[in-house]
C-alpha cells in the first residue's frame, strides 16, 4: 500500500452529515438528546424525576469508546487486546481491586480478537459518537437508580425502554409529526444547536467539484431531517427524489453494490476510487472500509479537544479572581478527557513487567489506525489544502500516529513506552 493519500487520486468523495458535514454545538445538543430520552423514561415508563437534572460534573461520565454490558449494568473500556482497563457499575467507577477481582487479565467475554467485533448486539452496546454519549450517562443513571431502588439489583432489563425512547424520538414519521422533544426543538431554533457551514469548506467542496469529482451526502438520518440540516448549513437547494439509484439525486434506502454501480456508470471507470469521510467508527469508517474498500477519512473532535490544550498556555489563563463572583462550573466539553475515565487513545496497566505506568493503547485507538485512512478533527482542518495534498496514511509500515492530521493526539505524543499487543 502506498504510504500516502491524496484526494486528488479519488474519483468520489463521500460524505457522512450529522458531526461531519454537519457539526453541532455539543453543549447544547447533548443535553438536547439527554432530556429527549430522560423525558420518555419517566413521563411514559415511570422513571424517577431526578433523571431529569443533570449537574455539569455529570457530563465527565461520557467518554466515546466505553462499552455498556447490559445484563450487569457495567461500563468498560477495553484495551487494544480485549482485556478491561477501567469499568463503572452504572456510574460509580470500580476500585482497582474490585476491577481486578471481576475482569482481571483476560479478555471481556464479549470480545472478539477481530478488531470488526460489532458494535452492537442484544448483549452489549459500544458509544462511538456524540449522537451515542448522552444516552451513555442516562443508562448509567438508570443502573444507579434500579441499583438503589432494588436493594443491590445484579441484572437489569431496562434497554427494551431506552430502546423505545430512541425509538419515540427517532422514528422515521416523526420529524413530519413534531412527535418527541428532539426534532420539534432543532426544527424552532436550528442556529442552538447547529454550526453553520464554513466558508473555507463551501469553497473546498466547489472546488473538489470543479475538478471533476463526483459528491456523494450517505446518511442514516431521515431525508427529511437531512433537507433541514443541509438547508441550514450549505443554504442547499432542494433536489429531486428518486425512485431508483440511476442517476443523480436524493435516494433512500438502497446499498452500497447498487451504490457502486451508478458511481461506475458516472464515472466510466471500471473501478472508480472511493474516500469516505464520517465520524463513526460503527456506522461509517469500518463497514466502508471493510466492505466496500474505500478510503476513509475519520472526523475525530478528540483532536479538536487537543487544539485547545496546544493553544492555551498557562500564563494566559485568567487569574481566579478576575472571573466572575458568581461562576459555577462548566460541563466538560464531550472532546476533552473525562477524568473519571481518562484518556480515549491510551491508558495505564498495572502489574505488567513489574512496572507501575505501562501504557496501552484503547480498543477505540486501535481501530482508528486499522480502519482509516486518515484522521482529522475537522473538514475544515484540511479544506485550504491543495487537493494533490500527500497525507501520510494509517499502515502497517507506518507509525500508529502516522495518519493523524494536522498532529497526532497530544497523549500519544509523550515519552512513555507504550506496550501494543
Wanted: proline letters at 5%; charged letters at 25%.
Amino acid at each position: 500500500m502506498a504510504q500516502h493519500f491524496s484526494l486528488a487520486a479519488c474519483d468520489v468523495v463521500g460524505f457522512d452529515l450529522d458531526h461531519t458535514l454537519c457539526r453541532y454545538n455539543l453543549p447544547e445538543s447533548a443535553p438536547l438528546i439527554y432530556n429527549s430520552f430522560a423525558q420518555f423514561l419517566v413521563k411514559e415508563k415511570g422513571y424517577d424525576k431526578e433523571l431529569l437534572s443533570v449537574t455539569p460534573e455529570d457530563w465527565d461520565f461520557c467518554c466515546k469508546g466505553l462499552a455498556l454490558d447490559l445484563e450487569d449494568g457495567n461500563f468498560l473500556k477495553l484495551a487494544d487486546n480485549g482485556t478491561v482497563l477501567r469499568a463503572s457499575h452504572g456510574t460509580k467507577m470500580m476500585a482497582p481491586e474490585v476491577l481486578a477481582e471481576a475482569y482481571g487479565k483476560k479478555e471481556w467475554k464479549h470480545f472478539l480478537s477481530d478488531t470488526g467485533m460489532a458494535c452492537r448486539s442484544g448483549k452489549y452496546y459500544f458509544y462511538d459518537n456524540y449522537f451515542d454519549l448522552p444516552g451513555a450517562l442516562l443508562c448509567a443513571r438508570v443502573v444507579d437508580y434500579l441499583t438503589k431502588q432494588n436493594n443491590g439489583q445484579k441484572t437489569f432489563d431496562f434497554w427494551k425502554d431506552i430502546v423505545a425512547a430512541i425509538q419515540h424520538n427517532y422514528k422515521m414519521s416523526a420529524f413530519k409529526e413534531n412527535c418527541g422533544i428532539y426534532f420539534p426543538e432543532i426544527k424552532r431554533d436550528p442556529g442552538r444547536y447547529l454550526h453553520s457551514c464554513p466558508e473555507s469548506v463551501k469553497k473546498w467542496l466547489r472546488q473538489l467539484k470543479n475538478a471533476g469529482k463526483i459528491l456523494l451526502l450517505i446518511t442514516s438520518s431521515h431525508s427529511d431531517y437531512c433537507r433541514l440540516l443541509c438547508e441550514y448549513i450549505l443554504n442547499d437547494e432542494e433536489q429531486e427524489a428518486l425512485p431508483s439509484l440511476d442517476k443523480p439525486g436524493w435516494y433512500s434506502q438502497g446499498n452500497a453494490v447498487h451504490l457502486y454501480e451508478l458511481l461506475k456508470k458516472m464515472t466510466g471507470k471500471p473501478e472508480p476510487r472511493v474516500v469516505y469521510f464520517g465520524d463513526s467508527m460503527h456506522s461509517d469508517i469500518f463497514p466502508a472500509r471493510h466492505y466496500s474498500n474505500w478510503e476513509t477519512v475519520l472526523i475525530l473532535e478528540e483532536l479538536r479537544g487537543d487544539e485547545g490544550a496546544r493553544s492555551q498556555r498557562p500564563e494566559e489563563s485568567e487569574p481566579l479572581e478576575k472571573k466572575g463572583k458568581y461562576e459555577g462550573p462548566k460541563a466538560k466539553p464531550l472532546n476533552t478527557s473525562s477524568k473519571k475515565w481518562g484518556s480515549f487513545f491510551i491508558d495505564s496497566v498495572w502489574g505488567l513487567e513489574n512496572t507501575e505506568d505501562s501504557l496501552v493503547y484503547t480498543w477505540s485507538c486501535k481501530r482508528i489506525s486499522t480502519y482509516s485512512t486518515i484522521a482529522i478533527p475537522s473538514i475544515e482542518a484540511i479544506a485550504e489544502l491543495p487537493l494533490d495534498y500527500k497525507f501520510t496514511r494509517f499502515s502497517s509500515s507506518n507509525s500508529k500516529t502516522a495518519g493523524y492530521y494536522p498532529n497526532p493526539p497530544l497523549v500519544l505524543t509523550s515519552d512513555e513506552t507504550l506496550i501494543s499487543k
